[in-house]
């Protein structure tokens, strides 16, 4: 029996639908990667860009924008008292805390906090912080300007920030609330500077552009699939 479409309306209907939809957001997260990308191609350009001295003029909130992922280099001294401990940051499969601690800029009354690097949790009792060596006097440290230390899921209440503190989260602001110190509106992670044993071997941040790449696949996949499934069933009916 010779085949034909037999045309339906709101089969029609219904799979032009579907297809604009799957176009539509296809669209949406090609143009998410392309934003992503061009994101990426920012950070690499700042990543080489000579190292900026940070002992000038306050930062404001867009000068840091400005300055993320910039390497920087600053002289200060160290404030150990109000180290603070960011729990759940694995290194290598080992758990662990990254340690910042605020540095007070040479020649300024202002502090920057600094992310000093990693150190493994003590397994049977989480509270039990090994001992860290903190240098004295004037340091110059050099690492990567960062807008936070990475935000974590915070299940209620965090604990009221103090010297020593083990916490989920830190912002500049928090630190700056509890501390009356006046702080910086980001971060440096340190990747240079004296040796005092932590672990400084920051992640890089992943966007996640292979991620829209795949979601842009599915969404189009899933209006190819709309169309010729209207097609088929068109003329499997016309058939009968």
């Known amino acids: 029996m010779p085949f034909s479409f ?12 579907v297809a604009a939809i799957g176009v539509s957001l296809g669209q949406w997260q090609l143009g998410r990667a392309t934003e992503k990308e061009a994101i990426e191609q920012r950070i690499a350009t700042r990543e080489k860009a000579p190292p900026l001295r940070l002992e000038g003029v306050a930062a404001s909130a867009a000068d840091a924008d400005a300055l993320e992922f910039r390497q920087v280099t600053v002289r200060g001294e160290f404030l150990p008292g109000w180290t603070i401990y960011l729990d759940n940051r694995p290194h290598a499969g080992k ?3 990254h340690v910042m601690t605020p540095l007070k ?3 300024s009354s202002r502090h920057i906090i600094v992310a000093r690097g990693w150190i493994a949790r003590d397994v049977a009792d989480r509270s039990r912080i ?5 240098p004295t006097g004037v340091v110059e ?21 103090k010297p020593g503190a083990i916490v989920q989260n830190l912002d500049a602001a928090q630190l700056a609330q509890a501390s009356g110190l006046e702080i910086e509106p980001f971060i440096v992670e340190q990747t240079g500077g004296p ?13 996640g552009i292979d991620r829209h790449y795949g979601y842009a696949f ?3 996949a899933l ?5 010729l499934f209207y097609v088929v069933t068109g003329f499997k009916r016309a058939s009968k």
């Open 6 to 17: 037999h045309f339906r309306l709101l089969p029609f209907i219904a799979m032009l639908v």
């Open 95 to 97: 758990p662990g805390f």
């Open 105 to 107: 800029i040479a020649g």
């Open 130 to 134: 090994p001992p860290i060596a903190t």
């Open 141 to 161: 440290v050099t690492g990567s300007a960062r807008r936070h230390a990475g935000r974590l899921l915070q299940l209620g209440q965090p604990a009221p920030l």
């Open 195 to 207: 040796d005092d044993g932590l672990v400084r071997d920051w992640p890089r941040p992943s966007l």
């Open 218 to 220: 599915q969404w189009f």
């Open 223 to 227: 209006a190819a699939t709309a169309f």
